[in-house]
């Protein structure tokens, strides 16, 4: 089995180079001040309230972010393995959180904390380009999420997530698909039974 520093450095180097041709001694960096994080299903990673000193790339499982309202959780955003996770905007100004950050299945994390990073930038030039082209497809998908839940339809809402979201879709109890699509489960349920007959 290989070191954990060797694992480490392979999911950061497959991870950046899908965004930015990065050197070796940028992902040996950053495997150096990284760890791995095992979590059990339904671990709440962050709360609402707390600063988010942490950024996570997902080694293995899945992520969703969500909010409380009275009793009711929304789900606001849900990714899966090889996809990073964070609260960005407490991340990036030491603000509090206004969202919760929860495993939905027992999860593996690689750990880099925002003191560190902020070191990084300054050390190696090459990690500015690779983050403003991680952030660019970061506010790609929300604003694909944002698309969703302007879909006046509920089948559509499912069509377009089935289409352009689907690697996590099987994965996720219904309740957090149909939050973050923000239709009533009962009618997730009917959909899915409908697509299924054909």
Not at 53 to 59: D, P, Q, T
Not at 87 to 105: A, G, M, P
Not at 128 to 153: C, D, F, G, M
């Amino acid at each position: 089995m290989k070191k954990k520093i060797e694992l480490r450095f392979e999911l950061i180097a497959n991870f950046l180079n899908n965004f930015f041709p990065v050197s070796k001694e940028l992902v040996q960096h950053l495997a150096s001040i990284s760890y791995f994080k095992e979590v059990k299903g339904g671990s709440i990673i962050l709360k609402i309230g707390d600063r988010c000193s942490n950024v996570y790339l997902i080694k293995k499982g899945i992520v969703r972010g969500f909010v409380k309202i009275g009793n009711k959780e929304i789900t606001s955003w849900i990714t899966c393995e090889n996809e990073l996770a964070t609260s960005i905007s407490s991340f990036f100004t030491n603000k509090i959180s206004k969202e919760n950050i929860q495993s939905l299945e027992e999860s593996t994390l690689l750990v880099f904390d925002n003191v560190n990073l902020d070191l990084v930038f300054k050390k190696f030039p090459e990690f500015n380009e690779v983050v403003r082209k991680i952030l660019q497809l970061y506010y790609s998908q929300a604003e694909e999420r944002a698309y969703i839940t302007r879909l006046p339809r509920a089948i559509d809402k499912w069509n377009y997530l089935f289409i352009n979201l689907n690697k996590f879709i099987h994965r996720v109890p219904l309740k957090y698909t149909a939050s973050f699509l923000g239709i009533r489960i009962e009618t997730l349920s009917r959909i899915r039974s409908l697509i299924i007959k054909g």
